[in-house]
């Protein structure tokens, strides 16, 4: 938390010291531009030359307005807006009823002034409108869009509300069945004992949910932390294979072994839980009486690849961008009715990414899938 913090406010110094070099390079242009001192061409040169290539330097839009005229604009800004900015009027080049008034304003005093625009470029698009003085009397214009702030916060609502709603519909059963079994003389023998049944399994289901958040939790906390740890996976397949056999009921669950040496810098906890997910999923979903093939190969020198194929249903292209959302499922009937979270993907998606690996997910209708890891291998030297 510190470290993003402390990263934070390094990028927002930075930030603040550019555009105060932009507004005293601006200032310097115009001055020696306004006095009729003959000053050094190659100086007054130099200075407007500073101010622009430090507003090209940005990628967000740009803009430099006095008397509301747009003075200059930057590359984002003539793309966002029309390059016919230049010049005109700043209430023209920024159509928003909610910066109008600000925009027709000469002077907002000291302090920047902040505004929410939804609407420029493309409908629905949010933006934070920044008006900042300059020491020469202009104003600098900063559009910063909020698209992704705004996707991680409806990200954030849904991950909540879909959290509730798991939990809240084993928790629902159970107090169903509960208030029903308090009536000891509705309730005969058999009845209750299946009733014993299912509350043992939505209590179970509660457990496994929670055991997951719990577990994407402590990944995500970990995210920014490299794993040192030198782990071979040629025995970790052999021991999660052998571990998954009881589940597997009968299906055989193959071990294809094409590297000589598969070690990579990892945490073997997070990977034994990688590819335990991996072919739970594949056990799941892959026919009955199908084997699942795990595959273990090089992918260059630097690399292995560890695959999971199962011969299944498949799944329909339009789903496999979001499989590794929380809570996501192609069919959510069948999904509860096999048993899982909804979160194993991006529990495996998030150990992927703590390893520096890449994660491919390949599927053709009524074929079956493939879900292939790509990790690094293990440097020379590393700690064992």
Known sequence: ????????????????????????????????????????????????DVGADLL????DPLLVVRDRRVLTANQAARDLLGAHILGSDVRLAIRHPAAAEHLARDDEGGEPVRIELVGLGELGRPWELVIAPL????????????????????????????????LRTPLATLIGFIETLQDEAAVDPATRQRFVGIMAGEAVRMRDLLDDLMSLS?????????????????????????????????????????????????DRGQ?????????????????????????????????????????????AAAHIPRLTERFYRVDPGRSRQVGGTGLGLAIVKHIVLRHRGRLDI??????????EVTLPRASAGAPA
């Open 56 to 59: 090209a330097a940005f990628e």
């Open 1 to 48: 938390m510190a470290g993003g913090v402390t990263t934070t406010v390094l990028i927002a110094a930075l930030t603040a010291l550019a555009l105060a070099a932009i507004g005293a390079a601006l200032l310097l242009w115009r001055r020696l531009r306004e006095s009729g001192k003959a000053a050094p061409a190659p100086l007054a040169a130099a200075a407007g």
């Open 362 to 371: 390949k599927s053709r209708v009524g074929e079956g899938t493939k879900v």
């Open 271 to 315: 990977l034994a839980q990688m590819l335990t997910n991996l072919i739970v999923n594949a056990l799941k979903y892959g026919r009955p009486g199908t084997q699942i093939r795990v595959r273990l190969a090089d992918a260059g020198p630097d690399l292995v690849s560890l695959a999971v194929i199962d011969r299944g249903e498949g799944i």
């Open 135 to 166: 020491p020469d009397g202009s104003r600098l214009l900063r559009l910063i869009d909020q698209s992704q702030a705004r996707a991680a916060e409806q990200m954030r609502v849904d991950f909540v509300a879909n959290a509730s709603h798991e």
């Open 218 to 266: 402590r990944i995500e906390a970990d995210r920014f932390a490299a794993p040192r740890e030198t782990v071979d996976l040629l025995p970790l397949v052999e021991e999660v294979r052998e571990a998954l056999k009881p589940l597997a009921e009968g299906r055989a669950i193959r071990f294809e072994r094409g590297a000589d040496e598969a070690l990579v810098a990892g």
